[in-house]
């Protein structure tokens, strides 16, 4: 079990740091109406939105990561549980 939490936890952070290096600087806005500063823009607002669409899927990896965990760890103190010795009463 551990080493399971184990290899989930080193696979969760090799995605997001994959995930993390690859994002770019978006350009800064121009502040101009010409067609070169429009698609300039137009493209600004697309990598945004793939920063925003990135930073969302690594919270959401974090968060299934987080209920995996949790999962593990009910799961272990159940095994626990179920090896006590049972008391019989008199």
Do not use: H, Y
Not at 13 to 24: I, P, R
Not at 35 to 48: G, M
Not at 64 to 80: C, S, T
């Amino acid at each position: 079990m551990r080493k399971l939490a184990k290899s989930l936890s080193i696979a969760a952070m090799a995605t997001l740091l994959g995930t993390a290096s690859s994002w770019a600087a978006c350009p800064a806005a121009v502040p101009a109406t010409t067609a070169e500063a429009i698609a300039a823009n137009q493209q600004r607002l697309l990598c945004l939105q793939q920063e925003a669409n990135a930073a969302a899927a690594a919270r959401d990896q974090s968060l299934q990561l987080r209920a995996l965990q949790m999962d593990i760890k009910r799961l272990e103190l159940q095994q626990r549980f179920n090896n006590l010795q049972r008391l019989n009463p008199p």
